[in-house]
């Protein structure tokens, strides 16, 4: 049974940081794509980081040189590095498998508020 558990959210002020974790176990991580999914109230789903089974990030443009993504295959964990957050990165943020369309896998989702 795949499991992708995250960790890490919570209330922090504009400008600080957050590292958020997601632990997969049930499958083999070195085979999946991992993702960092956000979604805000009213809002879509949108794809904040990708990395890939080799290592190549991706980000959306509004969180590029704030935002990184990692991956360690040792933990089957994978990382988002949050700095200079902002009030609108305020969200419900998904943890991703991918790496077949049958094979596609999501975490429960953690809260990142960013407030003062």
């Known amino acids: 049974q795949v499991q992708l558990v995250e960790s890490g959210g919570g209330l922090v002020q504009p400008g600080g940081s957050l590292r958020l974790s997601c632990a997969a176990s049930?499958?083999?991580?070195?085979?999946?794509?991992m993702g960092w999914y956000r979604q805000a109230p009213g809002k879509q789903r949108e794809m904040v980081a990708t990395?890939?089974?080799?290592?190549?990030?991706n980000y959306v443009d509004s969180v590029k040189g704030r935002f990184t993504i990692s991956r360690d295959s040792a933990r089957n964990t994978v990382y988002l590095q949050m700095n200079t957050l902002k009030p609108e990165d305020t969200a419900v943020y998904y943890c991703n498998a991918n790496w077949r369309p049958w094979a596609d896998y999501w975490g429960q989702g953690t809260q990142v508020t960013v407030s003062s």
């Open positions: 049930g499958l083999i991580f070195s085979r999946y794509a």
């Open positions: 990395i890939t089974s080799g290592g190549s990030a």
